[in-house]
């Protein structure tokens, strides 16, 4: 199994930045392409930010120009850092990582338990 856990989250007033770190461990043999999502209450999970292993990126247009994805193949690390935070960046934002396991001919889809943002004055 893999497991994720994001650091990061927390109260920020509206044009400040925060930085979301996420770390996979556990039985990983290797990680393909690692994101964060992120889901307000009523409403469906959505994309934030993807990563690949190549370092090719992929942002919601929301976020674009304001957000920053990184992440360290080495570490099995992935960043997220958020400037110009606005109100409605409020959420609790997910690691995301599609992996492959120990033994296994499969990659799936694994979750950390999320991390809350606030953006508010």
């Known amino acids: 199994q893999v497991q994720l856990v994001e650091s990061g989250g927390g109260l920020v007033q509206p044009g400040g930045s925060l930085r979301l770190s996420c770390a996979a461990s556990g039985s990983i043999r290797t990680i393909s392409t690692m994101g964060w999502y992120r889901q307000t209450p009523g409403n469906q999970r959505e994309l934030v930010a993807t990563i690949t292993t190549g370092g090719r990126t992929n942002y919601a247009d929301s976020v674009k120009g304001r957000f920053t994805i990184s992440r360290d193949n080495a570490k099995d690390t992935v960043n997220l850092q958020m400037d110009s935070l606005k109100p409605e960046d409020t959420a609790v934002y997910f690691c995301?990582?599609?992996?492959?396991?120990?033994?296994?001919?499969?990659?799936?889809?694994?979750w950390g338990r999320g991390t809350h943002v606030a953006v508010s004055s």
């Open positions: 995301n990582a599609n992996a492959r396991t120990l033994g296994s001919v499969r990659f799936n889809d694994y």
